[in-house]
């Protein structure tokens, strides 16, 4: 079964700490999809990244960054030096075969306080 | 990337009744999507709007329900039938883009009373 886990439910930092949101992911496909999005309090999803399972290069993007490790099923995101504005639910989602369907996990809630 | 637009963004409905909202994309899209997201909950896939075809619903949901329709590649509409209090939730329609990411509209809010 295709399944995503975001064991964080909540996580509060102070500005300019850096915080990591953690993804773990089940899948039997071979080739298979992640995604980060973000859900600010305005309700609509941003797509961060897209990850495919060929490619465990990791990423940085200004403040942002993703750890793909495929030995521990995981797909780990961390912002660096937090502002107010990353406030926000984060969710990983994964997609395998054509990359149909996506399956998300429950979300994280990050609350970045002045 | 798209560009996808919904409406009505909100409404409050009345049980029994049946609302249908809209999905605009910018440009012609092969595969849009309906999800749902119950109050402060994750995104649940309904179903996958396939133009030219019926679409393809996820168990636990059902076409008498939610009927889609995608007459071209631009566009869909999701009815939600017979409502209840338990389909207050967004409904959130999606374009699938061209490496497998799929793009978000704004969403509907609905509430049932």
């Known amino acids: 079964a295709q399944k995503v886990t975001q064991a964080q439910t909540e996580i509060s930092v102070v500005e300019k700490e850096d915080v990591t949101l953690d993804c773990v992911y089940e899948t039997r496909d071979t080739t298979y999809y992640l995604f980060w999005y973000k859900q600010p309090p305005s309700g609509e999803l941003v797509f961060l990244i897209r990850?495919?399972?060929?490619d465990e290069q990791n990423e940085i993007s200004g403040r942002y960054s993703w750890n793909f490790q495929k030995s521990t099923s995981s797909f780990n995101f961390t912002i660096t030096a937090s502002q107010v504005v990353d406030s926000a639910v984060y969710f990983c989602?994964?997609?395998w075969g054509y990359g149909n369907k996506l399956v998300f996990g429950a979300g994280t809630i990050l609350r970045v306080k002045s | 990337s798209a560009v996808i637009s919904q409406k009505p963004s909100r409404d409050i409905c009345q049980r029994g009744t049946s609302l249908t909202i809209q999905c605009q994309v910018d440009?012609?899209?092969?595969?849009m999507f309906w999800y749902r997201q119950q109050p402060g909950q994750s995104l649940t896939l309904i179903a996958t709007a396939n133009q030219g075809s019926e679409a393809t619903y996820e168990s636990g949901f059902v076409i008498d329900k939610f009927p889609i329709s995608r007459p071209n590649l631009t566009f869909s509409t999701l009815t939600v039938s017979n409502m209840s209090p338990e389909d207050s939730s967004i409904y959130l329609c999606?374009?699938?883009?061209?490496?497998?990411?799929?793009?978000f509209g704004p969403g509907t809010r609905l509430t049932v009373t």
């Open positions: 989602a994964l997609s």
């Open positions: 990850r495919n399972s060929f």
């Open positions: 999606s374009a699938k883009g061209g490496h497998y990411e799929q793009y």
């Open positions: 440009s012609q899209v092969t595969m």
